[in-house]
């Protein structure tokens, strides 16, 4: 019987995170040839518009899946299904208001256009339940295989697009929903037939639907508030300033993203992983350290090779007016360091005993980058959209730790290096070499878990 581990399960996330965000910025690529700047912002702007309202839809169940299957692997079958009944009930009244939302606030929009993303939101929505009992019962490959599936659609669809000179959002939008939908049927399909049914019991928290709904309910209120963190400062230039800036701060966060892949999939591999000793102290303390101990061994590579590739890509594959875009992704890289450094931290509050803390952490990120944007923009319009991101990310690191109890150093230190180092490389200044000091750390972090290793293969 498998069952969820970190390396393995972090690798098979991370690896086809790699491969989808590779195709996802061709996607982009061909998005901002084919459409215009301030079209291509306005598609962005609904997409993710979409994608926080059809959120709550999710209610947090998935989160309750991938927290309690594993030790009840035997029960997935039952727990996906509930949770579905549930989520379809949910959203009926969030398809209807979404829609009614929708066309008040872009009134000159396609009705195609904003139908089509919408169908994008739900799709995804709709296959989160099968892919964290995917990920809990120890199958985080599958989840991996078809979320490259759905990537590999999209983009031939995009690309088709393009050679026939199509030029309109809209149909750019259609193409998107088409692989969505493909990947969900795929997901729901595969998620039935390694679905368990053998008799395991799960949590008293399952035993109704009000209960479930309440254990559920700190992450359903912070997954309403979570799609702020990567989507909040585009929304406030899109008020503060034009579509134009939007386009180009997404053409950055895109390259932000991509680099986010190991960190999410991180995120998803140690939830499972932390979950399945949530009863055991000092087994959950062990396994918290040694993600911490892989976050600092990746840091230094991701922002040595996140500068190096973005600043010889983003100049060669967009045109000519997202030139800057370089400079924005090099103030958001320290928002990357800050996330990557957080993230044990960040799913002990997720996966512990008390998963309001979590949502009390979301909600001040949220303050501290909605407050700071609001500020900056007006000031240093898309400059000001990036320091305010990095400003929620600091937030998330130092809280999460503080929520947590921990009063470790090294990780705010390396914080503010990382800081340091983003600044001076959006300058292009030498004084960016100070970032080498994180290639101290991380050589005594990488002994630590070679350590582990021979002892785990010893016993």
């Known amino acids: 019987m498998r069952r969820p581990k970190l390396g393995r399960d972090?690798?098979?996330?991370?690896?086809?995170?790699?491969?989808?965000?590779?195709?996802?910025?061709?996607g982009q690529i061909i998005l901002a040839k084919a459409l215009l700047q301030s079209d291509y912002g306005l598609l962005v702007v609904i997409l993710d518009a979409f994608a926080t309202m059809y959120i709550l839809i999710d209610?947090?169940?998935?989160?309750?899946?991938?927290?309690?299957?594993?030790?009840?692997?035997?029960?997935?079958?039952?727990?996906?299904?509930?949770?579905?009944k549930l989520q379809a009930l949910i959203a009926i009244p969030f398809l209807i208001g979404s829609g009614i939302?929708?066309?008040?606030?872009?009134?000159?929009?396609?009705?195609?256009?904003?139908?089509?993303?919408?169908?994008?939101?739900?799709?995804?929505?709709?296959s989160y339940p099968h892919k964290a009992m995917l990920r809990a019962i120890g199958e985080?490959?599958?989840?991996?295989?078809?979320?490259?599936?759905?990537?590999?659609?999209?983009?031939?669809?995009?690309w088709l697009f393009l050679s026939n000179n199509y030029d309109s959002p809209e149909i750019y939008a259609c193409g998107f929903s088409i692989g969505v939908f493909i990947s969900l049927i795929a997901t729901l399909w595969i998620g039935e037939r390694l679905s368990r049914d053998e008799g395991d019991?799960?949590?008293?928290?399952?035993?109704?639907?009000?209960?479930?709904?309440?254990?559920?309910?700190?992450?359903?209120?912070?997954?309403?508030?979570l799609p702020y963190v990567t989507k909040l400062e585009k929304f406030l230039l899109a008020g503060l300033a034009t579509y134009d800036d939007v386009s180009l701060y997404h053409v950055a966060q895109l390259a932000w993203i991509a680099g986010l892949m190991l960190p999410q999939a991180m995120r998803a591999a140690l939830l499972p992983y932390l979950g399945e000793v949530r009863d055991k102290p000092r087994k959950f303390s062990s396994r918290m350290l040694k993600a911490h101990h892989w976050t600092i061994a990746i840091l230094p590579v991701g922002i040595i090779?996140?500068?190096?590739?973005?600043?010889?890509?983003?100049?060669?594959?967009?045109?000519?007016?997202?030139?800057?875009?370089?400079?924005?992704?090099?103030?958001?890289?320290?928002?990357?360091?800050?996330t990557l450094l957080s993230i044990p931290w960040y799913v002990a509050l997720q996966a512990g005993k008390n998963p309001w803390r979590f949502t009390g952490l979301i909600s001040l990120v949220i303050f501290a980058a909605g407050l700071s944007?609001?500020?900056?923009?007006?000031?240093?319009?898309?400059?000001?959209?990036?320091?305010?991101?990095?400003?929620?990310?600091?937030?998330?690191?130092?809280?999460?730790?503080?929520?947590?109890?921990?009063?470790?150093?090294?990780?705010d230190l390396l914080g503010l290096l990382c800081v340091a180092t983003c600044y001076f490389l959006s300058i292009n200044s030498n004084l960016a070499l100070v970032g080498l000091i994180t290639l101290i750390p991380a050589k005594n972090s990488i002994d630590f878990l070679l350590a582990q290793a021979e002892i785990s293969e010893e016993e």
């Open 101 to 126: 939302l929708a066309t008040l606030v872009w009134e000159e929009a396609p009705p195609g256009l904003l139908f089509a993303c919408s169908l994008v939101a739900f799709g995804h929505i709709m």
């Open 305 to 338: 090779s996140g500068h190096v590739i973005v600043s010889f890509s983003i100049p060669r594959v967009f045109d000519s007016g997202y030139a800057q875009a370089v400079e924005i992704f090099d103030i958001l890289l320290a928002g990357w360091a800050m």
């Open 140 to 158: 985080a490959r599958i989840e991996s295989l078809l979320k490259l599936i759905e990537r590999a659609i999209t983009t031939g669809f995009y």
């Open 59 to 84: 209610a947090g169940l998935p989160t309750i899946i991938a927290r309690d299957v594993p030790r009840s692997p035997g029960a997935s079958r039952k727990a996906v299904r509930r949770v579905l």
């Open 373 to 411: 944007g609001w500020i900056l923009i007006p000031i240093t319009g898309v400059q000001g959209a990036a320091w305010a991101s990095v400003i929620g990310c600091s937030v998330m690191l130092s809280f999460s730790k503080l929520l947590c109890g921990d009063s470790d150093r090294l990780t």
């Open 201 to 225: 019991t799960l949590p008293d928290s399952w035993n109704s639907s009000k209960s479930l709904l309440i254990s559920a309910l700190p992450f359903a209120v912070t997954l309403g508030i």
């Open 10 to 26: 972090t690798l098979w996330l991370a690896s086809s995170d790699g491969f989808a965000i590779i195709l996802g910025l061709i």
